[in-house]
């Protein structure tokens, strides 16, 4: 399995109770989804979950997870992100995308030249933000990826133009 064969649909914020019951926050569209898509896998693949939800809690889902029996257990779990494999999750519409398809990505400007290299995709409430690695610079560019900023989206060339607002670069 390669990286890309499995997106991360979601994490473990910890125990839930006492009886082995965790606390997942879903980074799903529709949080309940991240249940439906088969077993789900921690990121080394090591280990692998079924996942029933029981009742939705502050910040996030409470579920039972296979295997996971003990508050230990699942404390041991915490920060724990969960993977569901591609071909079991909903195929995107034309202009959406998973964050795991945009990380590595060259980055350009409208005239082709060279930017940087999308390093990771952030979410702090009010949209996507690209973090693009410059080279040559210390710290990453944070690009909003709205479709004013970010026209083009080029996966079979691996590449997205971004047309940064004055004073962004």
């Given at each position: 399995?390669?990286?890309?064969?499995?997106?991360?649909?979601?994490?473990?914020?910890?125990?839930?109770?006492?009886?082995?019951?965790?606390?997942?926050?879903?980074?799903?569209?529709?949080?309940?989804?991240i249940?439906?898509?088969?077993?789900?896998?921690?990121?080394?693949?090591?280990?692998?979950?079924?996942?029933?939800?029981?009742?939705?809690?502050?910040?996030?889902?409470?579920?039972?997870?296979?295997?996971?029996?003990?508050?230990?257990?699942a404390?041991?779990?915490?920060?724990?992100?969960?993977?569901?494999?591609?071909?079991?999750?909903?195929?995107?519409?034309e202009d959406?995308?998973?964050?795991?398809?945009?990380?590595?990505?060259?980055?350009?400007?409208?005239?082709?030249?060279?930017?940087?290299?999308?390093?990771?995709?952030?979410?702090?409430?009010?949209?996507?933000?690209?973090?693009?690695?410059?080279?040559?610079?210390?710290?990453?560019?944070?690009?909003?990826?709205?479709?004013?900023?970010?026209?083009?989206?080029?996966?079979?060339?691996?590449?997205?133009?971004?047309?940064?607002?004055?004073?962004?670069?």
């Open positions: 399995m390669t990286s890309t064969d499995r997106i991360c649909v979601g994490s473990i914020a910890g125990a839930f109770g006492v009886q082995g019951e965790v606390r997942l926050k879903s980074f799903c569209a529709e949080p309940s989804d249940a439906a898509y088969g077993p789900l896998y921690t990121q080394d693949g090591a280990r692998s979950f079924k996942v029933r939800l029981t009742r939705p809690v502050a910040g996030g889902l409470g579920a039972r997870l296979t295997g996971v029996e003990t508050k230990e257990q404390d041991a779990l915490k920060g724990c992100e969960l993977y569901a494999d591609r071909d079991r999750l909903p195929a995107l519409p959406e995308f998973y964050h795991a398809d945009l990380i590595g990505l060259s980055v350009r400007d409208p005239g082709g030249v060279e930017i940087g290299t999308v390093a990771a995709v952030q979410n702090h409430g009010a949209g996507d933000i690209l973090e693009v690695r410059v080279p040559g610079r210390a710290s990453a560019l944070l690009v909003p990826f709205t479709l004013a900023v970010v026209p083009t989206v080029d996966l079979s060339r691996g590449l997205l133009i971004a047309d940064l607002p004055e004073g962004l670069d």
